[in-house]
């Protein structure tokens, strides 16, 4: 029986599996010099089964562990060594021991031992010890190293056990193909294997949701030309040729002297010009010459090398280079046209154009571009409960924040916005409110009346004038959310409780906004971080925690929650940075552990 591995590291991890007595430390001490010989670097981790000790008694890194300390490193200008005091009931996790390695520093980890793990293994095996062959019951046995007397099927490579040369081909060899596992994301966007729902009630992935809610957004044709100045993060229709080479004249890239590196024979260097920016030399440079050049000034004819001006010296218009077995061929100079060269894709259609896509257009010497039309998203509030931001609170009633947080996400994507209050819980008010709406936006919006109440109207008013997809997401917090269409009008119906909303505001709506304006190639953003505390789920669901994430003092990055999670403590949205998010087939998240994160970055 194994048990379930996944590799941490970024490199190979390779096993070595036997029965004591095989000589699996005897085979690794004679494997290790003749990779290392092979050139790659190698890092071993070995499985002891007893209280081992590597420390001497009397030296004072042993006696300041045996005198409580749970992590004593011991380091010197050729080795450093860091012993931890870790008491587990059973056998240490290889995945926490992995990430105790420099995986910047090794191409492979060897294992010793761990032979009940699902990992890549090499089994050996002597006849003569009437041991049972262990890739009978094990499927992650890629190669045997075995005696002449073990029979071998033919589906499973024989390495000779006695072959150091042999074995370390194969090793090389697994080390040279081996590929870092594809990394399943939380969420996919790509889900072409969307389950056919059996109901309107049943609930479906959020990965199945997404899939059919980009499959009912036609990107909007319509163009307009826009002034630069007033494009605000608006998508770009066409590809934009560049009509000039960027930089458009080989220049210099610091302030410094152009010259001839083939001329570098003759010293000193004759000066014979300064070439400010804007300016240039009218002469070809000849052999022995050299002109004085400031940063972004075009470097002359006959020139293709500049030294910075703090590694010359000059006197009288003669030039000293110093350190002239440093000088490279073409060092410090930027070539015409070798950031975009004329003719060139300069930015590509479906592009968001943000500050830097802006000065990079203006920077071409285009004043206006092609824009696709805005996406316009009509969003009102449900419910008697409801009351308007600077209006008296009625009694038993909130004050409405849904409305506000939605406005502003999509007024972040670029869309044009027709805000249309609160609308009562009737059913005749609902389904005019949504035949109206969906003449004047591409979308339409709803907050809260999507649950499962008696007093829920927008279920029937959407049945009137238009039809529904789905109502339930297998994810937490957000369940309940309503997907349709109105005519041509994309209709949410997202849930009443404020972060709720935005969560499902994030996953649904967002991508819906961006392929609707046309920018069809965007992706959301999934980040590594490490646990700071256990995380838990429930299979089955998709889990939004909210979090804060930071950079540890050793570079990674980690993340834990704002604490309390209800639906509706916008507090706990106001204190994160970004979502947690547990995929569907995950329970929990160990401490330690890596999970993924959602940075508000692109729109709280």
């Known amino acids: 029986m194994t048990v379930e591995f996944s590799n941490p590291l970024p490199i190979p991890v390779l096993g070595f599996c036997a029965y004591s007595g095989t000589g699996k430390t005897t085979l690794l001490k004679q494997l290790i010099p003749e990779l290392n010989q092979r050139g790659i670097r190698l890092a071993v981790i070995k499985h002891a089964h007893h209280n081992f000790d590597v420390d001497i008694p009397g030296k004072d890194s042993f006696e300041m562990r045996k005198a409580g300390?749970?992590?004593?490193?011991?380091?010197?200008?050729?080795?450093?060594?860091?012993?931890?005091?870790?008491?587990?009931?059973?056998?240490?996790?290889?995945?926490?021991?992995?990430?105790?390695?420099?995986?910047?520093?090794?191409?492979?980890?060897?294992?010793?031992?761990?032979?009940?793990?699902?990992?890549?293994?090499?089994?050996?095996?002597?006849?003569?010890?009437?041991?049972?062959?262990?890739?009978?019951?094990?499927?992650n046995i890629v190669a045997i190293a075995c005696c002449a007397d073990t029979q071998v099927p033919d589906t499973l490579t024989r390495l000779d056990l006695n072959n150091v040369s042999q074995i370390a081909d194969f090793v090389q060899q697994y080390q040279q193909n081996w590929q870092a596992p594809k990394v399943d994301l939380p969420i996919s966007f790509n889900n072409a294997d969307v389950a056919q729902l059996t109901g309107a009630e049943q609930g479906i992935s959020v990965s199945q949701g997404i899939s059919k809610v980009l499959a009912q957004v036609n990107a909007i044709s319509q163009t307009e030309l826009v002034d630069l100045i007033d494009i605000d993060n608006r998508i770009l229709a066409h590809d934009i040729i560049s009509e000039i080479n960027v930089p458009q004249q080989t220049n210099s890239a610091m302030d410094g002297y152009a010259f001839a590196f083939d001329g570098l024979s003759t010293t000193p260097l004759n000066v014979v010009a300064e070439v400010l920016a804007g300016h240039h030399y009218p002469n070809v440079l000849q052999p022995g010459e050299a002109v004085r050049i400031m940063t972004g000034a075009t470097v002359p004819q006959g020139a293709d090398t500049i030294q910075p001006r703090e590694l010359t010296q000059e006197q009288d218009n003669q030039l000293t280079l110093l350190e002239p077995e440093h000088i490279t061929k073409g060092q410090h100079v930027r070539l015409a046209g070798e950031d975009i060269a004329k003719g060139e894709v300069a930015l590509a259609a479906g592009s968001r154009l943000g500050a830097a896509e802006l000065g990079l257009m203006a920077s071409l010497g285009f004043n206006r571009l092609p824009i696709f039309k805005r996406p316009v998203i009509a969003v009102f509030s449900t419910g008697d409960e409801v009351s308007q931001p600077g209006d008296e609170l009625k009694p038993n009633c909130i004050y409405d924040a849904n409305r506000y947080t939605i406005l502003s996400m999509a007024k972040k994507l670029g869309c044009?916005?027709?805000?249309?209050?609160?609308?009562?819980?009737?059913?005749?008010?609902?389904?005019?409110?949504?035949?109206?709406?969906?003449?004047?936006?591409?979308?339409?919006?709803?907050?809260?009346?999507?649950?499962?109440?008696?007093?829920?109207?927008?279920?029937?008013?959407?049945?009137?004038?238009?039809?529904?997809?789905?109502?339930?997401?297998?994810?937490?917090?957000?369940?309940?959310?309503?997907?349709?269409?109105?005519?041509?009008?994309?209709?949410?119906?997202?849930?009443?409780?404020?972060?709720?909303?935005?969560?499902?505001?994030?996953?649904?709506?967002?991508?819906?906004?961006?392929?609707?304006?046309?920018?069809?190639?965007?992706?959301?953003?999934?980040?590594?971080?490490?646990?700071?505390?256990?995380?838990?789920?429930?299979?089955?669901?998709?889990?939004?925690?909210?979090?804060?994430?930071?950079?540890?003092?050793?570079?990674?990055?980690?993340?834990?929650?704002?604490?309390?999670?209800?639906?509706?403590?916008?507090?706990?949205?106001?204190?994160?940075?970004?979502?947690?998010?547990i995929a569907d087939d995950t329970a929990t998240i160990p401490a330690g552990e890596s999970v993924f994160i959602q940075p508000f970055a692109d729109l709280l």
């Open 416 to 581: 044009q916005i027709i805000d249309l209050g609160i609308i009562d819980d009737n059913e005749q008010t609902l389904t005019s409110t949504l035949r109206d709406a969906a003449t004047k936006a591409d979308i339409v919006i709803s907050s809260g009346g999507v649950s499962v109440g008696n007093a829920d109207y927008i279920k029937m008013a959407l049945a009137n004038v238009g039809s529904t997809h789905f109502w339930r997401i297998n994810m937490r917090p957000g369940r309940p959310l309503a997907v349709g269409k109105i005519d041509q009008s994309l209709f949410f119906g997202l849930p009443g409780n404020p972060v709720a909303v935005m969560v499902s505001f994030m996953q649904f709506v967002q991508p819906a906004i961006r392929k609707l304006a046309g920018e069809t190639h965007w992706q959301p953003q999934f980040i590594p971080a490490i646990a700071e505390q256990a995380l838990r789920s429930k299979t089955g669901r998709t889990e939004f925690l909210r979090g804060v994430y930071r950079i540890a003092d050793n570079g990674n990055i980690t993340v834990k929650t704002t604490g309390a999670q209800g639906s509706g403590m916008l507090s706990s949205m106001v204190n994160a940075n970004c979502l947690i998010v």
């Open 69 to 139: 300390a749970r992590q004593v490193l011991v380091a010197s200008h050729v080795r450093w060594a860091l012993m931890t005091e870790d008491p587990v009931e059973n056998d240490p996790q290889l995945q926490h021991l992995l990430r105790q390695i420099e995986a910047d520093k090794v191409d492979m980890v060897l294992v010793e031992g761990f032979k009940k793990l699902a990992l890549p293994k090499i089994e050996l095996h002597r006849a003569a010890h009437n041991k049972p062959l262990i890739h009978v019951h094990d499927d």
